[in-house]
């Protein structure tokens, strides 16, 4: 998102102290939530006690990359969309998350899910790109191990028996999260993710085998009411895990092998 010129006026002129900016004066209502806008998509949030906004790092390093590129991009941008706290338990409920469960969040936001799922008895470990978002879970102590980093980038791990997830939707970028998030389980373990509807309909090579990818796993598709998400229209997908088929051993495997050399052998099956 391109800055406006008065909002970068504001933010040039407002006193950083720490991990606090504060804005100087009363701000027009059009232009102290664009100011607001701004300052929230490097972490900043607003404490209406204190009178001013809060980072989880220094306030001045914070906007100084905004400040110097006139430009941010905000969580709508990254197709990021906070789950909301009454859908989480359906969510949860679907994943069938048990105790002592090894349990994986990818683009975890603030951490809902995660810390329901850790009320639940699942040991739970998260990645987050955002800094801010990331250290607010860590300072709640309920995950495992809080990962800042950009999901699709990390070395995979198959060692989770769930993994639940509301992964960024813009440019279908949650059908990416959603693949390597597989790669993630644990045979006989279960994905539940939300997504984009858009999956659903779109003819595009990505999306037909997606869809092809969870009939194949004998996975679901359901569309979520049209209210959890605003104008965004969304499903969940759960997808289980299945382990590989065994490979063929002793006397059948050298007839297999044969009739593969010799397809008109008879009798072999």
């Known amino acids: 998102m391109k800055i406006d010129a008065d909002v970068l006026d504001v933010i040039r002129s407002a006193r950083c102290a720490g991990p606090a900016l504060y804005l100087g004066g009363q701000l027009e209502d059009s232009l102290y939530r664009r100011v607001n806008l701004t300052l ?3 972490g900043g949030k607003w404490n209406r006690w204190k009178s001013g ?8 390093d914070a906007v100084a990359g ?25 969510i949860l409920d679907l994943a069938d998350i048990q105790a002592g469960q090894e ?7 603030t951490g809902a899910m995660a810390q ?44 989770y028996d ?9 440019k279908q970028v949650d059908i990416l999260h959603v693949r390597r998030a597989l790669r993630w389980v644990r045979p006989e373990g279960l994905l539940v993710a939300i997504m ?5 309909f779109r003819t595009n090579a990505l999306a037909a085998d997606f869809r092809s ?49 010799n397809p008109s052998q008879e009798g072999l099956f």
């Open 40 to 42: 929230a998509a490097v």
């Open 53 to 60: 906004h809060f980072f989880p790092v220094e306030a001045a």
């Open 66 to 90: 905004l400040l110097a590129e006139g430009e941010v991009t905000t969580d709508a941008e990254r197709g990021y969309f906070p789950t909301p706290p009454a859908l989480v338990d359906e």
């Open 103 to 109: 349990v994986l969040e990818p683009s975890a936001g």
């Open 116 to 159: 329901r799922i850790a009320d639940r008895g699942g040991v739970v470990d998260c990645v987050e790109l955002d800094p801010g978002r990331a250290e607010a879970i860590r300072s709640r102590s309920f995950a495992r191990e809080v990962i800042v980093a950009d999901f699709l980038a990390l070395p995979v791990s198959a060692r």
């Open 162 to 170: 769930r993994v639940v997830m509301n992964p960024p939707f813009a």
């Open 196 to 200: 984009f509807a858009g999956l659903t």
């Open 213 to 261: 990818q969870v009939r194949e796993a004998r996975g679901t598709i359901h569309p979520l009411p049209d209210h959890w998400f605003g104008p965004v229209r969304t499903v969940v997908t759960v997808i289980p895990v299945r382990p590989p088929l065994p490979a063929p051993t002793g006397r059948r495997s050298g007839e297999v092998a044969r009739a593969e050399q």
